[in-house]
């Protein structure tokens, strides 16, 4: 069962910058789709970004679009979340999330659409 860790979370001002790492232990996303979500207390997770296996499709939730830039190195096996501009309401816990399926653009962002999960990161976005 693939397993992966999400790094580079933290605690950081308003309109800091944060740069999220998911790797997998003992493997490679290389091979996978992937999203990353975030829940914050009492709300419901939500799809911030995804992209394909190959890099090749990108796609971000609204409340991200223009400050989230998702990537991926494929020599390391990883996927980033570059998060600039942070807003307090992006304070929550990060997940990256895998699969070996094929997404597409109107899919990528769903829960249902990933079978597996990482144990989340907290950012935190305060003065």
């Known amino acids: 069962q693939l397993q992966f860790v999400e790094s580079g979370g933290g605690l950081v001002q308003p309109g800091g910058s944060l740069r999220l790492s998911c790797v997998a232990s003992g493997s490679t996303l290389s091979n996978y789709d992937i999203g990353w979500f975030r829940q914050a207390p009492g709300k419901e997770r939500e799809g911030v970004s995804c992209?394909?296996?190959?890099?090749?499709?990108?796609h971000y939730g609204d409340s991200v679009k223009g400050r989230f830039t998702i990537s991926r190195d494929k020599s390391k096996g990883a996927v980033y979340l570059q998060m600039n501009n942070l807003k307090p309401s992006d304070t929550a816990t990060y997940y990256c999330a895998a699969t070996t399926l094929n997404t597409i653009a109107s899919t990528c962002r769903r829960e249902s659409s990933y079978p597996s999960w990482g144990q989340g990161t907290q950012v935190t976005v305060s003065s």
């Open positions: 992209i394909r296996r190959n890099g090749g499709m990108t």
